[in-house]
């Protein structure tokens, strides 16, 4: 498979910084990030699309991104976050992921 976050997934010594990694998900600063904190979050089971991750792990998934948006707003003293998820639009890694951003001024 083809899928650049696998290969991440799969490489100990991946190229990324990241910040929480368990069973069920891996998050890690974006490589290009829009704000400070752009924090990309991933489940470790590969799916394209939201509607392609199996039902019994969109909770645990979204309880991780739960966790990780409060900590990093924390972290960040952020006064809030924007967190978004492409579907095949403008997504440019196939394999879901969500962005979350920080909102500091
Ligand atoms: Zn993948």
């Known amino acids: 498979m083809d899928c650049a976050f696998c290969t991440l997934l799969a490489d100990p010594a991946a ?3 990241p910040v929480f990694r368990d069973g069920t ?4 600063l974006d490589h290009r990030p829009l704000f400070p904190g752009h924090l990309l979050v991933v489940p470790v089971r590969h799916a394209r699309t939201l509607t392609d991750l199996p039902p019994e792990l969109v909770g645990p998934f979204f309880e991780r991104v739960r966790l990780l948006t409060g900590a990093v707003e924390q972290a960040m ?4 976050s924007f967190v978004a998820l492409n579907n095949r639009v403008s997504q ?8 979350r951003f920080e909102s500091v001024s």
């Open 92 to 99: 440019s890694v196939p394999h879901l992921f969500l962005g």
């Open 15 to 17: 190229p990324i910084h």
């Open 25 to 28: 998900a891996l998050a890690f």
């Open 77 to 80: 003293a952020a006064q809030g």
